[in-house]
């Protein structure tokens, strides 16, 4: 049976799922979405992926017109229909169909759709090896602009580095803010280890705050709150390419991704050039989380 998507009330076959030409979705980026995963019949951080998309919602002044209870029990219906325990979730809300005209009030009524399928996962071997990656031209949005901690449907900033990742040869790419300063990753927030001490036995976990210009990552909370328990002392600093260049690990966080290691950034290799033991443990303790932390249908 074709896989089915939640669409504004009902569930269509995958390929009668359509939105109008008129959506200013589709016009003007106008919505927002979230990318979320479920483990084993555990929707993970469910709760937070729903706050988020609330956030993002309020600050476009878009009403979503259901509650966070009924938007659960869409996806878990969805997830249901689909016999899918284990799968990636888009849940998309738009500004609704309207005349041609950038005015939100053009649109009558959001449009709400939810997409749940198998999960792409990417190859074991990567986080086995590590990624390549280097830093790309393309400036992360200003927040006083469109704030990237809005995760809209105007994803153009992170395609036009996406776009520089490939041409340069690689899959993912380090944004920096306007100040020059690191920001986030495409699709991905960064971390890097330090390690300190006598003996440099101590390791130490950094990430730009999410003011420099980056996605309030789930995945990033996660390893933020999974780092103490392991006796790692994470922060929230500002980082500089330097600072990643001299990091002893660098591994990028998302709800696609999870936790993967990075060797390589711009030429020059980081720590051992293979990954490290920190993000071993971190994905370790991330992924135990995984199945355990949400909710479960
Ligand atoms: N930064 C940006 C710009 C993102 O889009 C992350 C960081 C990581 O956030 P989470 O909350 O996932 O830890 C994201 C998330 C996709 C896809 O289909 C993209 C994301 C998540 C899931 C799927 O490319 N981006």
């Known amino acids: 049976m074709e896989n089915l998507v939640y ?21 003007y980026g106008d919505g927002v979405f979230e990318g979320i995963r479920a483990y084993k019949g555990n929707v993970f951080k469910f709760q937070e992926h729903l706050d988020r998309l609330w956030e993002s919602a309020h600050t476009l002044m878009l009403k979503i017109p259901m509650s966070k209870m009924e938007m659960q029990e869409v996806v878990l219906e969805t997830l249901r229909r689909n016999g899918l325990k284990d799968a990636y979730i888009r849940a998309v809300v738009t500004r609704g169909t309207g005349d041609l005209g950038l005015d939100p009030g053009l649109c009558k009524k959001p449009t709400v759709f939810i997409i749940t399928d198998k999960i792409k996962l990417y190859p074991e071997s990567l986080y086995r090896e590590g990624l390549s990656i280097i830093t ?16 809209s449907l105007n994803y153009l900033n992170n395609i036009l580095a996406k776009i520089e990742a490939k ?23 960064i971390f890097m280890v330090k390690m300190t001490g006598r003996g440099k036995k101590t390791a130490r976990l950094l990430t730009p ?11 990033r909370q996660a390893i933020l709150e999974i780092a103490p328990a392991l006796k ?46 920190v993000t071993a443990q971190l994905l370790k ?11 479960k249908f």
Not at 136 to 151: C, M
């Open 209 to 219: 705050p999410a003011y420099v210009g980056a996605l309030r990552g789930i995945t």
């Open 285 to 295: 303790a991330f992924r135990a989380l995984t199945v355990k932390d949400g909710v």
């Open 136 to 151: 790309v031209p393309t400036v992360r949005n200003l927040p006083e602009a469109v704030n990237p901690a809005i995760k």
């Open 7 to 27: 669409l504004d009330g009902q569930w269509y076959p995958k390929s009668e799922a359509k939105v109008s030409v008129f959506d200013h979705g589709l016009l």
């Open 232 to 277: 790692i002392a994470a922060e929230e600093r500002i980082l500089t390419r330097h600072d990643l260049f001299n990091a002893d690990e660098i591994f990028l966080t998302g709800t696609a991704a999870e936790v993967i290691p990075v060797v390589k950034l711009d030429g020059r290799v980081i720590g051992s050039g293979k990954p490290g033991a």
């Open 167 to 189: 041409n340069g040869g690689v899959m993912e790419a380090v944004m920096l803010n306007a100040q020059g300063y690191v920001a986030e990753c495409t699709g991905d927030n």
